[in-house]
């Protein structure tokens, strides 16, 4: 090869763009290195939910971190769970095109839906409580299901070791108990949301799709919404989380947590990070979801030289969730799904939304020709479908709810909604 064709060989290697799709074969350094970004507009939780809520059970060791809108005339309550590594405020964007005229057809009763969604423990904001002091002989224990609100008095508890208890049956815990507390919380209580008989849409995405399946089967059923049970659900919505895809993609996973950063110089370079990597597609969505998955990292140095005296400031930032303690519950998290999902009580619609149709299992696609459930396929979005593509997903839970629960009078016709994808359970 002559000396002109390596020098121009060389130089198309240079120009080609970074490919996400090398990542396993070509690990991401440590620490992400500074290029030129674009600039990107930090959003708070405020500009997407009524309110934000903190409720802490001593039972659970956690206390969990909410957002709250509430719903109006009594339009639906749609509960949010997020999967591993994300936060609640993945579904914020979402919860904001649900609330869209464009969206939501009001049928001149003014009725809107309403929103739950909570960052998981270990997750977010959520934090584990310290093991309070056995009470004196004078003193009475509180009860280890009372809820406790911003407004209310917190117990006296700090921040906690992480357990590490990431089970199935301890995240479905956590799920119907913070559905359940926020349902009953007094604060809370207003005429024009009618929390009592609210509709619940259940959605999930990718773990939390298996959390919300597992709520929705025995024993967990029964005590949903203060003992409503099934009666009080509309339908159950998994996001891109199929078991055998999911099941085969463990042997991979430590090379794909490998080949993500592990701190970052700002918030700002995190989100950064997602959208160049097409890890979220929608910087909108990123620019409120990111922030909350990130702690400070504390640089500590001397105030001044030769003094013993401190001070702390922070020096990057790095991810809250550690995914690899969670590497012993990932193959219980997703065997079974497929079953616990069709085998959901009939009464309860079922709706799959994915990414890609080759994600399909052989128990899914079989439900799927028998009518069990509906299956909707976005084909231009990635894994965090409900945040590339939210006005498609508002589009298609509105019509979701809507078709299914026996309450609703909006006329849907309005919008000239039709199912593109399979069918439903009705």
């Not at 998981?120 to 003193?139: I, K, M, N």
């Not at 003992?227 to 509309?234: C, I, M």
């Not at 709706?351 to 909707?376: F, H």
């Not at 479908?385 to 629960?405: G, I, M, Q, S």
Request: charged residues 20%.
């Amino acid at each position: 090869m002559s000396q002109l064709q390596k020098s121009v060989f060389k130089s198309k290697l240079q120009a080609l763009p970074e490919d996400v799709s090398m990542s396993h074969i070509m690990p991401a350094p440590a620490v992400a290195p500074r290029r030129r970004r674009q600039q990107y507009e930090l959003k708070p939780w405020s500009n997407y939910f009524a309110q934000n809520l903190t409720y802490s059970s001593i039972e659970r060791g956690v206390r969990f971190n909410v957002y709250y809108t509430p719903p109006v005339n009594g339009g639906p309550l749609f509960v949010f769970h997020h999967g591993a590594g994300a936060a609640a405020l993945s579904f914020a964007v979402l919860a904001q095109n649900l609330r869209d005229p464009a969206v939501f057809a009001a049928d001149g009763r003014g009725v809107l839906p309403g929103f739950i969604a909570y960052d998981a423990r270990g997750h977010g904001h959520s934090e584990y409580l310290t093991p309070p002091a056995a009470p004196t002989p004078t003193q009475r224990p509180p009860p280890l299901s009372s809820p406790s609100s911003q407004s209310s008095d917190a117990p006296a508890v700090g921040p906690g070791e992480d357990p590490q208890d990431y089970s199935l049956e301890t995240l479905t815990k956590d799920f119907v108990w913070v559905l359940n507390t926020v349902l009953a919380d007094p604060a809370l209580a207003d005429p024009t949301a009618r929390l009592d008989t609210a509709s619940l849409i259940l959605v999930g995405h990718s773990l939390g799709g298996s959390v919300v399946s597992s709520a929705c089967s025995e024993p967990y059923v029964s005590e949903l919404a203060g003992g409503r049970g099934a009666a009080a659900v509309t339908g159950v919505v998994v996001l891109d989380v199929v078991e055998g895809s999911a099941l085969d993609s463990l042997a991979t996973m430590n090379s794909i947590i490998n080949s993500i950063p592990t701190r970052f110089d700002s918030r700002e370079d995190a989100v950064d990070w997602h959208v160049r990597t097409m890890a979220l597609r929608n910087k909108d969505s990123a620019c409120v979801s990111v922030p909350p998955l990130l702690v400070p990292i504390l640089a500590t140095t001397a105030a001044r030289a030769g003094s013993a005296d401190q001070a702390e400031e922070p020096k990057y930032y790095g991810w809250k969730m550690d995914l690899r303690k969670t590497a012993p519950f990932w193959r219980d998290w997703f065997a079974g799904l497929s079953t616990r999902f069709l085998t959901i009580t009939s009464s309860i619609s079922k709706l799959l939304i994915l990414a890609g149709t080759d994600r399909l299992d052989k128990e899914l696609m079989i439900g799927q020709m028998q009518g069990k459930y509906q299956l909707v396929v976005y084909q231009d979005s990635g894994h965090f479908v409900h945040e590339d593509v939210p006005n498609k997903c508002a589009l298609t839970l509105y019509d979701f709810w809507e078709r299914n629960d026996r309450n609703s009078s909006i006329n849907t016709a309005r919008l000239k909604i039709v199912p593109k994808f399979g069918t439903f359970n009705s």
